[in-house]
């Protein structure tokens, strides 16, 4: 069976101190992954997806980024924090095409979440 | 544009009545995906339903039902003999059909079950 992992759980940073985030699953290959962020009492918001290693796109202009070295591996960095940036903090993973035998189902899996509090 | 409009923000009813959330969505897509998840107090989104725009059979689970209308572009979401444990956020969802689409949330709905 799939699972996804987030850490860390909650974390609390100074503004102006750098970022990241690691999301890693396990149990599929070649999966569609991606970053959101929830305000407080707010709806999803789309970050970044990545389709595969190295490709990155970007949803929404920010000092964020995101990277993906590895087939399973997807982090989220930023240089500088602003207070903007906290919030909670998902990573989900779909099945790709080439895992899917053609059959994407495009449901997502959302690992546990990293909770984000810039001061 | 593909749109997810979940109209009730907050939904508070006593423990063993009967929920409805609703749902309706917009796209130009002949085929896609309907979606609904719970997000717990613990924040973690459960995926619950996957429904194909071809496949209009309505579906139970124990005390959960989805109605699915392509007519009215609307995919509700029914508990039947509420619990506490149902309390949450519920979001429906909207995919396009290739691997490469991204998932569209409504607002989502807060439900809050009373003992």
Redo the contacts between chains.
Sequence with gaps: SQTIHQWPATLVQPVGSPLSLECTVEGTSNP?L?WYRQAAG???Q?LF?S?GIGQISSEVPQNLSASRPQDRQFILSSKKLLLSDSG?Y?C?W????AS?GGY??????????T?LTVL | AQKVTQAQTEISVVEKEDVTLDCVYETRDTTYYLFWYKQPPSGELVFLIRRNSFDEQNEISGRYSWNFQKSTSSFNFTITASQVVDSAVYFCALSGYSSASKIIFGSGTRLSIRP
């Design positions: 569609n991606y707010r709806g999803l789309l997806y389709v909670f998902l989900a779909s099945r790709g095409t899917s994407p189902y495009n449901e997502q899996f959302f690992g546990p979440g909770r």
